[in-house]
């Protein structure tokens, strides 16, 4: 017997199916959504990233996530320090969300310094410039930084390195001295290393007298015969090289202080200036030391009390009588203002 479907009947074989297909499509909207709400991701609390890394694991800033990041959409600048928005996909489930978080650009590496030694040796009564035994200082991002002194350092400044450190060459031991560099963004790191003042032998009694009669010898040839250089000022001046020391002295005979050996070379050129360190201060015109000729006097002290006077060279170099132990040197002069008890205060000129 067959059944015949009236018009109600086909309806319903119209309508249920229909129903059943929303159904599956509307629940298939709602889990899309539901998947979509859910996609999301925290970042741990120490998020960042290192500046001038040429790459990162952007995996190590998440803290949690709901589903997997599958690229990333727009990424920071490692190039520039400070908080950068990147943006990723997320997907689950073949669902995909884009999430905006913000990660901060951090530079926390310290400039480095490389230095030739750690420890340098110098005999004692030597001079020795600290410096050269720095190789060089640099910022792994940011290159070479350049060198300032420590006095010169204003307030804020990045970028730089100092050298620290007294060396007293006439006493042996040893002595710190500290590289400090500050980087573009304020990283400070610290080198240091040792300067090592040696001993000079102890004569025997022997060797010391033949030095004494040695002495006496050198300095009746002084007397009879004073040395000459090449006529000029500053030839004059280097031919008393290795000259003793004695306080109060002024002449070849006796020995020269530091203002006795001023006065004596300028006198050799026919430029009279007076008998102490102290007053020489006052001879002649004040100039910069940018300014400075051959033949100029150097005058050091601390503020505006004078200890020390020299006769300049040109080319950054001076001649002095210095000391019992080291006599009449030639030195840097920048050395000498940077590793002195002294400071370079004021430079006169004598016509």
């Given at each position: 017997?067959?059944?015949?479907?009236?018009?109600?009947?086909?309806?319903?074989?119209?309508?249920?199916?229909?129903?059943?297909?929303?159904?599956?499509?509307?629940?298939?909207?709602?889990?899309?959504?539901?998947?979509?709400?859910?996609?999301?991701?925290?970042?741990?609390?120490?998020?960042?990233?290192?500046?001038?890394?040429?790459?990162?694991?952007?995996?190590?800033?998440?803290?949690?996530?709901?589903?997997?990041?599958?690229?990333?959409?727009?990424?920071?600048?490692?190039?520039?320090?400070?908080?950068?928005?990147?943006?990723?996909?997320?997907?689950?489930?073949?669902?995909?969300?884009?999430?905006?978080?913000?990660?901060?650009?951090?530079?926390?590496?310290?400039?480095?310094?490389?230095?030739?030694?750690?420890?340098?040796?110098?005999?004692?009564?030597?001079?020795?410039?600290?410096?050269?035994?720095?190789?060089?200082?640099?910022?792994?991002?940011?290159?070479?930084?350049?060198?300032?002194?420590?006095?010169?350092?204003?307030?804020?400044?990045?970028?730089?390195?100092?050298?620290?450190?007294?060396?007293?060459?006439?006493?042996?031991?040893?002595?710190?001295?500290?590289?400090?560099?500050?980087?573009?963004?304020?990283?400070?790191?610290?080198?240091?290393?040792?300067?090592?003042?040696?001993?000079?032998?102890?004569?025997?009694?022997?060797?010391?007298?033949?030095?004494?009669?040695?002495?006496?010898?050198?300095?009746?040839?002084?007397?009879?015969?004073?040395?000459?250089?090449?006529?000029?000022?500053?030839?004059?001046?280097?031919?008393?090289?290795?000259?003793?020391?004695?306080?109060?002295?002024?002449?070849?005979?006796?020995?020269?202080?530091?203002?006795?050996?001023?006065?004596y070379i300028l006198g050799q050129s026919g430029i009279i200036v007076s008998r102490s360190s102290g007053s020489q201060a006052h001879d002649g015109v004040s100039i910069p030391y940018a300014s400075a000729q051959p033949g100029d006097i150097l005058i050091w002290g601390h503020g505006s009390r004078v200890?020390?006077?020299?006769?300049?060279?040109?080319?950054?170099?001076?001649?002095?009588?210095?000391?019992?132990?080291?006599?009449?040197?030639?030195?840097?002069?920048?050395?000498?203002?940077?590793?002195?008890?002294?400071?370079?205060?004021?430079?006169?000129?004598?016509?």
């Amino acid at each position: 017997m067959k059944s015949k479907l009236g018009p109600s009947g086909l309806i319903r074989l119209v309508i249920v199916p229909a129903f059943l297909g929303l159904g599956l499509v509307g629940g298939y909207a709602v889990e899309t959504n539901r998947i979509y709400q859910n996609l999301k991701m925290t970042l741990v609390d120490t998020a960042s990233v290192e500046y001038g890394s040429a790459n990162y694991d952007i995996n190590k800033l998440v803290d949690k996530i709901d589903g997997k990041i599958v690229r990333i959409e727009e990424d920071v600048d490692t190039s520039k320090v400070g908080k950068q928005q990147v943006v990723v996909a997320l997907e689950k489930d073949g669902v995909e969300k884009n999430v905006a978080f913000e990660v901060e650009v951090k530079d926390t590496k310290a400039p480095e310094a490389e230095i030739k030694k750690e420890k340098v040796s110098v005999a004692q009564g030597q001079s020795i410039n600290v410096l050269e035994n720095v190789e060089k200082v640099y910022d792994v991002v940011d290159g070479d930084i350049e060198y300032i002194k420590k006095e010169e350092v204003e307030e804020g400044k990045t970028n730089y390195y100092t050298v620290e450190g007294t060396v007293n060459t006439t006493k042996p031991g040893e002595y710190p001295v500290k590289v400090t560099a500050v980087d573009k963004y304020g990283n400070v790191s610290q080198t240091d290393f040792k300067v090592e003042v040696t001993r000079q032998p102890v004569k025997t009694e022997e060797k010391d007298k033949d030095q004494k009669a040695a002495e006496a010898i050198k300095q009746q040839e002084i007397v009879n015969n004073v040395p000459m250089g090449d006529g000029t000022l500053v030839g004059n001046a280097r031919a008393f090289a290795g000259y003793r020391y004695r306080s109060g002295g002024n002449s070849p005979a006796t020995g020269f202080d530091c203002s006795g050996f001023v006065q004596y070379i300028l006198g050799q050129s026919g430029i009279i200036v007076s008998r102490s360190s102290g007053s020489q201060a006052h001879d002649g015109v004040s100039i910069p030391y940018a300014s400075a000729q051959p033949g100029d006097i150097l005058i050091w002290g601390h503020g505006s009390r004078v200890t020390h006077t020299a006769i300049y060279l040109g080319g950054g170099q001076m001649m002095h009588a210095t000391n019992p132990s080291m006599g009449v040197v030639q030195s840097n002069v920048s050395a000498w203002n940077t590793h002195s008890d002294a400071r370079l205060i004021d430079v006169r000129r004598v016509k």
